[in-house]
């Protein structure tokens, strides 16, 4: 397969979230090809003021160590804007990936992304849901 093939089954939908929280919705495969993708959606959403950042990742089927890469990049991204990344929805087979590599405690995974943008609202700061 060339890359045009593998990016096409990659989708990303960014939309304004509640106080100024960005959701982005993933789906497909998270890899070499279509890392750039989604680094490009973080780092455009922290240049126009939104460092607080939730990845939907209920539609991803596969992250490789690109993909890996590319989350823990946009982490400190964010963090260094003074913001966060959280995780809502996260399935299985990437989880595994995360955990296998060691990142998963870095971030703070929800059920929803509704919990998601009512922690990173929340003047306490409330703590994952998982």
Not at 85 to 105: F, Y
Not at 120 to 125: I, K, R, T
């Amino acid at each position: 397969m060339s890359g045009s093939t593998l990016a096409a089954a990659f989708t990303l939908d960014v939309r304004a979230g509640r106080c100024g929280i960005t959701v982005i919705e993933a789906s497909g495969e998270l890899d070499f090809y279509t890392g750039p993708m989604l680094r490009r959606s973080v780092a455009e959403s922290v240049a126009a003021g939104n460092a607080l950042v939730v990845l939907d990742l209920d539609g991803l089927d596969f992250l490789d160590s690109t993909g890996l890469s590319v989350l823990v990049k946009g982490l400190k991204v964010c963090r260094a804007a003074g913001g966060a990344i959280a995780i809502a929805r996260l399935p299985r087979r990437p989880e595994h990936t995360l955990q296998a590599a060691g990142v998963l405690k870095l971030f703070d995974l929800y059920d929803t992304v509704d919990a998601a943008e009512n922690a990173m609202a929340s003047p306490s700061g409330a703590g994952p849901s998982r």
